[in-house]
């Protein structure tokens, strides 16, 4: 049997109204392979379609709420938001644990640049793509 993993949110909570999308990925760490994301899902399937493909099968599923940020600032809020629990997170656990953590992040990453400089997407861009992908997905 595999796990599941979601947000618990108060009624009423506005995220509860957004899409929602699973990610599957190998529950022991000695698997590797990349994780399979699938929806966007109302929040009640994606959890019902989580908890049946981890039921027979040693997978994580995270089921989580879509962000459609509709801004370079409002992505870097969510980014900054992450990395700060992350990092209180460890905090704990380091307290928790007291021990030494070894940090992965001393790892160095070569990213290619490109010359061309793309210009970050208007909010009125991203909702009309977020209207094509709705009317993709609903067949309209």
């Given at each position: 049997?595999g796990?599941?993993?979601?947000?618990?949110?108060?009624?009423?909570?506005?995220?509860?109204?957004l899409?929602?999308?699973?990610?599957?990925?190998?529950?022991?760490?000695?698997?590797?392979?990349?994780?399979?994301?699938?929806?966007?899902?109302?929040?009640?399937?994606?959890?019902?379609?989580?908890?049946?493909?981890?039921?027979?099968?040693?997978?994580?599923?995270?089921?989580?709420?879509?962000?459609?940020?509709?801004?370079?600032?409002?992505?870097?809020?969510?980014?900054?938001?992450?990395?700060?629990?992350?990092?209180?997170?460890?905090?704990?656990?380091?307290?928790?644990?007291?021990?030494?953590?070894?940090?992965?992040?001393?790892?160095?990453?070569?990213?290619?640049?490109?010359?061309?400089?793309?210009?970050?997407?208007?909010?009125?861009?991203?909702?009309?793509?977020?209207?094509?992908?709705?009317?993709?997905?609903?067949?309209?």
């Amino acid at each position: 049997m595999g796990a599941l993993v979601t947000l618990e949110l108060p009624a009423g909570s506005p995220q509860l109204d957004l899409p929602w999308i699973i990610t599957f990925g190998p529950l022991d760490d000695d698997e590797e392979w990349e994780p399979v994301v699938c929806g966007p899902y109302e929040r009640p399937h994606a959890l019902a379609l989580a908890q049946h493909v981890v039921a027979d099968e040693d997978l994580m599923a995270v089921v989580e709420p879509l962000l459609p940020a509709t801004s370079l600032e409002q992505i870097r809020a969510e980014i900054a938001n992450a990395q700060d629990l992350a990092a209180q997170e460890a905090d704990e656990i380091d307290d928790v644990l007291d021990d030494d953590a070894d940090d992965d992040d001393d790892h160095d990453h070569d990213h290619d640049h490109d010359d061309h400089v793309v210009e970050a997407p208007s909010a009125a861009d991203l909702k009309a793509g977020f209207a094509r992908i709705s009317a993709r997905l609903t067949g309209s």
